[in-house]
């Protein structure tokens, strides 16, 4: 490898973009934006315009106009021939008005003023095209995909001024920009630079693949935890902030260790993605990057397959190594010799030597979500007392349970049961009634689908922020369109969403409805009604699917309970407190 001062050349990690605006200009740019249009950007948008104005996505010094856009797609590669192997774009609804060669505002959720864009492109994108090309699948399993459905249907482009940075209140002095990182990574005076991506807490196998990868290279080690968008039901940043700190001051060698948050918005889009991580911190000034199996990925899908291949990720990074400067390092498996008290590769264990070790799903299944301490070969005692603070056992944790069927189908009904059910286990629960949220949160709201999906999403994110907070949230609504309910699933977050499919026919529905509002849609004096003249997309995979035609309400909800106590969600006996 090449020294610093010559691999930091275009277009990885050269002279940087800087959207920043003038001082003497700044204040009468900001004047100007506060009586222009403005697009509230979501926190994806946020995050992608907080890496575009550090350089960290360099060569990139916009969100992507059609042609950048158009050959990321197809080749991985920007309109200019740089490589490029995700789409970084600014969507916005068809009537949000604006128009080419004006300026807009961009701000964010608080409607704080960030920036200012010239448009110089609107133009449309196909989200199925895109969900093909750059994440390999459409399957609404995936948590981008789903997102997507909520997406304007235009991208527009141009030109960046940067008014001010997006406002960071957390872990101050650790949120470096690219230039900060290489002037910090400089200072430890090493050839070689190996970047760690992360974003799930470190245990001790990590610490010694990470120190040991520097070794091998006699480098210094950038850990790079991703703060900004990760994959859905992650543990928070806050949490896994903590113990980065505890292991870089107490742990690593600080003689050849820089940490520095990454405000990335993670696509979890496997290989590419993991070619995209290599490029970023080039910038940031690393050469080497630690690529793991399964890198980027965002679990299995609808037919319970991986949507990648294990070493896809590390095979696309290698390809293009001599292109970006950057060269993979395998994350090697390693596990505990407990006669020895150190860690080995697997590979190089001889036959009959006693081995530890703990997967991923037992640390959250037989130890956190139990309420028991992890072991101190496996994490430090530091890391292991943060992480039992903020994740406490499964049955103190929050659920959704989201319930889906035609009108009539019975869910209001088995979702009240169930609330009872919750309480007598001693489970505090939040019900969230379609009909009921339409008339306090979506007053207005028609039967379009956008309204539809509006209602949803506003169902959906109520349902987080409760399941966030610990709380036992039963949501029952129609919710027809699949894309949408995979949206809240991710929203929620995968591993505590459950989609109860109240599998009712149709007839059965209508033979029900004492108000006759089936029989008014039949006669087209109700518009856009689920199941008559509008359609309804059962789930694919839903976790539990209840009969409401054999079986009584009371019966499904005994189903139900019997899958959360099995899930953990629940103790076993109501007068169990542990």
């Not at 480098?219 to 896994?240: Q, S």
């Not at 049955?395 to 019975?410: D, I, N, P, Y």
Request: proline share 6%.
């Amino acid at each position: 490898m090449s020294e610093p001062d010559e691999f930091l050349i275009p277009p990885y990690g050269g002279r940087l973009v800087n959207l920043s605006v003038p001082d003497e200009e700044r204040e009468e740019l900001h004047a100007r934006a506060a009586v222009m249009p403005c697009i509230q950007l979501t926190l994806r948008n946020v995050c992608d315009l907080e890496m575009l104005a550090a350089g960290a996505f360099s060569p990139l010094d916009r969100f992507m106009g059609r042609a950048d856009y158009h050959r990321v797609l197809e080749e991985m590669r920007l309109a200019s021939g740089a490589l490029f192997p995700l789409p970084v774009t600014l969507p916005v609804k068809r009537d949000v008005g604006i128009s080419l060669d004006a300026e807009v505002a961009l701000a964010d959720s608080y409607n704080n003023l960030l920036a200012v864009m010239r448009v110089e492109e609107i133009y449309e994108w196909d989200r199925e095209h895109e969900a093909r090309l750059a994440y390999g699948t459409t399957d609404l399993r995936h948590p981008t995909v789903a997102e997507m459905n909520s997406w304007g249907e235009l991208n527009i482009s141009g030109r960046l001024r940067l008014l001010a940075p997006p406002q960071h209140y957390d872990f101050r002095p650790l949120r470096l920009s690219p230039v900060e990182v290489r002037g910090k990574l400089a200072a430890l005076g090493r050839r070689n630079v190996v970047a760690f991506q992360t974003r799930n807490p470190l245990h001790r196998a990590h610490e010694e693949l990470t120190a040991r990868a520097a070794r091998s290279v006699d480098g210094a080690l950038l850990l790079h935890p991703v703060v900004g968008l990760t994959k859905p039901g992650d543990i928070d940043h806050f949490t896994r902030v903590r113990s980065y700190k505890v292991l870089a001051e107490h742990y690593y060698d600080q003689r050849r260790t820089v940490l520095a948050l990454l405000p990335l918005a993670m696509r979890i889009a496997g290989p590419r993605e993991a070619l995209w991580h290599a490029i970023i911190r080039r910038n940031y000034g690393a050469n080497y990057l630690i690529v793991g199996r399964d890198h980027a990925s965002p679990g299995k899908d609808l037919r319970g397959r991986p949507f990648y291949g294990p070493y896809d990720a590390q095979e696309l990074v290698a390809r293009h190594e001599a292109e970006t400067g950057v060269a993979p390092l395998p994350f090697s498996e390693l596990v505990y010799l407990p006669d020895e008290d150190r860690y080995e590769e697997s590979g190089r264990v001889p036959d009959g030597k006693r081995t530890a070790s703990i997967s991923g799903t037992q640390v959250r299944e037989q130890y956190l979500q139990r309420g028991c301490a992890l072991p101190r070969w496996f994490t430090r005692p530091e890391v292991a007392s943060i992480l039992a603070q903020a994740h406490p056992p499964r049955h103190r944790q929050g659920f959704c349970l989201w319930f889906t069927g035609l009108s009539g189908a019975g869910k209001s009904t088995t979702a009240e049961i169930m609330a009872v059910k919750l309480l007598e286990h001693g489970r505090q629960v939040t019900v969230l009634d379609g009909d009921v949220v339409r008339t306090h949160l979506s007053k207005g709201l028609g039967f379009s689908k956008e309204d539809r999906d509006t209602n949803v999403r506003r169902i959906g994110f109520v349902a987080a922020e409760i399941a966030r907070h610990g709380g036992g949230v039963i949501c029952a609504a129609v919710s027809p369109y699949r894309s949408t309910r995979n949206e809240c699933r991710a929203l929620v977050g995968a591993d505590r969403f459950i989609e109860i499919y109240v599998d009712t026919p149709l007839e059965v529905c209508e033979a029900r409805d004492t108000k006759g509002i089936y029989r008014q849609a039949r006669e087209g004096r109700i518009k856009n009604f689920t199941g008559i003249n509008d359609p309804y997309e059962p789930p694919h995979g839903p976790e539990v699917r209840i009969d409401t035609v054999r079986r009584t309400a009371e019966e499904n909800a005994e189903i139900i309970l019997s899958y959360l106590i099995e899930q953990g969600f629940v103790l076993a006996s109501p007068l169990s407190n542990e």
